[in-house]
């Protein structure tokens, strides 16, 4: 199978994965709302605002989307290593 396959395929089955770990990282569903914003709001407005609560949520939506990649990737390579055996 193709590593772009495998990609979409672990990525749509690890949904209840990527739930549970916007949870733990999350307050709330707004929270989530808010830090999708702040990140589509460019950087050099945060200096003009002064405000650093928009820097930790922006911070808190890159690190669970890199989590969300690992997870994907380190599954991928069990699967590789599993199926060379």
């Known amino acids: ?9 672990l990525s749509v ?5 990527y739930a549970l770990l916007a949870i733990i990282l999350f307050n709330s569903r707004d929270e989530v709302r808010q830090a999708v914003r702040f ?3 460019p950087g ?4 003009f605002r ?5 820097w930790r ?10 989590a969300c990649a690992a ?4 599954e991928y390579l069990a699967i ?3 199926i060379r055996r």
């Open 1 to 9: 199978m193709h590593p772009l396959s495998w990609a979409i395929v």
């Open 13 to 17: 089955v690890n949904i209840p994965l």
């Open 39 to 41: 990140r589509s709001t």
């Open 44 to 47: 050099f407005l945060f200096l």
């Open 50 to 54: 002064g405000d650093y609560k928009d």
């Open 57 to 66: 949520a922006e911070l808190k939506l890159v690190f669970f989307m890199i």
């Open 71 to 74: 997870m994907v990737y380190g």
């Open 80 to 82: 590789q290593a599993l």
